[in-house]
């Protein structure tokens, strides 16, 4: 629940015993005062949700099937990806017959970046999704990546690399946001989500939570910290990786360049972070590379 907005799951069984049942994400737009009805501020909420999610039709942006519009609420329906969220496969399988593999964590990170890239730089206003965390990245039946959740989004009407200022950092985001939304709110960019996709590539690699209750549970600053010890050694490498995902020697080159990206995206400086478009075409790099060589050889990319 996001205000007096609400999100339902609905199950749908098809007419007549044609096809798969489906799932369904209900969002209901509604007053603060539940009593109410629909009014100017519920349209334009909804009305904004559904600009954004039209213009950018993509095959990694949830999309909107109906738009159901009544006195006391308005509507929007989306198709919901059959496997949940990234944050449910990575943090919520306790006693889970397996992990995801590689592969599939590297298609999801491809799969965002594809998607943030299309927000960031499909048009010539990109739009700032500013709740990228592995809650909202749900993942279809092939795992494919879906980014969701478009309640704080917001269009860029001053071009690309230009400030925009908001109002509330989003909730639940703690861990995930960029920290020029404490030091320096009025000159966001779409940075800020790159800051986020760089936790997601954390994540994905170490299994670990983007913040959690110890010294060094912040997991940005403790990937800054941890990059110099594991420049050259293997072995430091490895005790950083989740454990259990199969065939990690295999892949270990390409954790580490994917790990060096995550370092990239959540430096302190957003002029220093890559654009999603220069993320997306490391992440494409990386795939295929041979035995670990040390996260030095990452800046060869």
């Known amino acids: 629940m996001i205000g007096a907005d609400e999100l339902y799951l609905i199950h749908v069984q098809r007419a007549a015993g044609i096809g798969l049942p489906a799932t369904l994400v209900v969002k209901k737009f509604r007053n603060m005062n539940q009593a109410l009805q629909v009014d100017d501020n ?14 950018d ?7 909107i099937i109906d738009v159901i519009e009544r006195d006391e609420a308005i509507m929007l329906v989306y198709k919901y990806p059959v496997n949940g969220s990234l944050d449910y496969w990575l943090h919520q399988r306790e ?6 593999s590689w592969p599939q ?14 927000l960031h730089h499909g048009g010539n206003r990109p739009i700032v999704h500013h709740n990228i965390n592995s809650k909202n990245i749900l993942l279809d039946q092939n795992f494919n990546a879906v980014i969701a959740s478009f309640d704080a989004a917001q269009m860029n009407m001053a071009g690309h690399d230009q400030p925009l200022p908001i ?30 996709f760089g936790v997601l590539m954390l994540e994905l690699v170490t299994g670990r939570v983007a913040n959690e209750a110890r010294a060094d549970g912040h997991l ?3 990937a800054h910290h941890f990059t110099g010890l594991m420049a050259k050694q293997v072995e430091t490498f490895e005790s950083a990786m989740e454990k259990g ?5 295999r892949y270990m080159e390409e954790m580490a360049t994917v790990f060096r990206l995550g370092v990239d995206c ?13 993320a997306l075409k490391r992440l494409r790099r990386s795939c295929g590379r041979g035995p670990f060589r040390g996260l030095l050889t990452c800046y060869l990319m």
């Open 266 to 278: 959540t430096v302190v400086d957003p002029k220093k972070r890559p654009s999603m478009r220069m």
């Open 220 to 222: 940005a600053i403790w």
């Open 167 to 196: 109002a509330n950092l989003p909730l639940g985001n703690f861990g995930y946001a960029a920290p020029e939304y404490a030091t320096a709110a009025s000159q966001l960019t779409e940075k800020v989500d790159t800051y986020s």
């Open 95 to 100: 006693g889970a017959d397996r992990l995801l």
């Open 57 to 63: 039709c993509h095959d990694n942006i949830i999309g």
């Open 42 to 55: 519920v349209k334009n909420r909804c009305k904004s949700e559904v600009i954004l999610l039209a213009r």
């Open 245 to 249: 995902i199969p065939d990690q020697a």
């Open 105 to 118: 964590r590297r298609a999801i990170a491809i799969g965002v970046a594809k998607g943030l890239c299309h």
